[in-house]
């Protein structure tokens, strides 16, 4: 499995480490040898979760392209800039519940903003310095056509 390396920086100064492989059934197993340095004591959850993702990929004879991205830790006012997006993105989301249901009644539509913040920061993470944000990403194409999935992990501080 020849695995491509590189660096990107993001939003806010996040630091990334990009990892790009190809997977067939036949180095399968090679999954759970890769060691990614970045993601340290939660090496082995970001392992499994890369066999799963290919599992459910579904891709069996055909080469199944696999994208890592891990970051630096956080920083304090990092952690700080996305916890501030998150806070954003609840205010947004409560309002659009409460423009759902504005026209039953004023308390009505209050209580469904109120609620629908409540609940979308009850479902978005909070960050904090330390914590490493991993994506992983496969694609494959053929077979039923061409599939794509992606999917998160937020390694706390304490794992480190």
Not at 34 to 41: D, G, P, Q, W
Not at 54 to 82: E, I
């Amino acid at each position: 499995m020849d695995i491509q390396k590189s660096q990107a920086f993001g939003r806010h100064g996040i630091t990334f480490y990009i990892s790009r492989f190809s997977v067939t059934s036949i180095n399968r197993h090679e999954l759970t040898t890769l060691y990614f340095h970045e993601a340290r004591m939660a090496n082995w959850e970001l392992s499994r979760r890369l066999r799963e993702l290919y599992d459910r990929m579904l891709a069996r004879d055909l080469p199944c392209a696999m994208g890592v991205v891990v970051s630096k830790p956080l920083t304090r006012q990092q952690a700080d800039l996305l916890n501030e997006q998150r806070s954003d993105l609840a205010v947004l989301v409560g309002s659009i519940f409460g423009g759902i249901v504005s026209g039953i009644s004023k308390m009505t539509s209050l209580w469904a903003a109120r609620e629908g913040r409540k609940f979308s920061q009850s479902q978005l993470r909070t960050y904090h310095a330390g914590d490493v944000i991993v994506g992983i990403e496969a694609h494959v194409n053929g077979g039923i056509g061409p599939q794509r999935t992606v999917t998160s992990l937020l390694i706390p501080t304490q794992a480190g």
